[in-house]
């Protein structure tokens, strides 16, 4: 069965650092886009970042551009988003999803497109 499951989301203060880790089982993770969202109450799911499969290729959200890392480490079929600098307004709901579109084709941050999700890791940035 497949599965997908986040952790590393906790509370930091303005200008602290987390690293979250989307783990798959079931599936193995080097075939799918991987793409990290987030939700903060009251709002729509926002797409913060993607990498494709196959070649790499990584797009971020400006509001995250030169702060937030993605990574993907394929032989642990795990993937990863650090974040840096973190201020208040990236307090949401963070969630991995991996998308089995073509190998290497650009990434998207359409929710659409994917086909897994994992359950969600909160990030709270307090002032």
């Known amino acids: 069965q497949a599965q997908i499951v986040e952790s590393g989301g906790g509370l930091v203060q303005s200008g602290g650092s987390l690293r979250l880790t989307c783990t798959a089982s079931?599936?193995?993770?080097?075939?799918?886009?991987i793409g990290w969202f987030r939700q903060a109450p009251g709002k729509e799911r926002e797409g913060v970042s993607c990498?494709?499969?196959?070649?790499?290729?990584?797009y971020y959200a400006d509001s995250v551009k030169d702060r937030f890392t993605i990574s993907r480490d394929d032989e642990r079929n795990t993937a990863y988003l650090q974040l840096n600098n973190l201020k208040p307004e990236d307090t949401a709901v963070y969630y991995c999803?991996?998308?089995?579109?073509?190998?290497?084709?650009?990434?998207?941050?359409?929710?659409?497109?994917?086909?897994?999700w994992g359950q969600g890791t909160q990030v709270t940035v307090s002032s």
């Open positions: 999803a991996a998308d089995n579109g073509p190998m290497g084709f650009p990434c998207t941050v359409e929710p659409k497109t994917y086909n897994y």
């Open positions: 079931g599936f193995t993770l080097g075939y799918y886009a």
């Open positions: 990498i494709s499969n196959g070649n790499g290729r990584i």
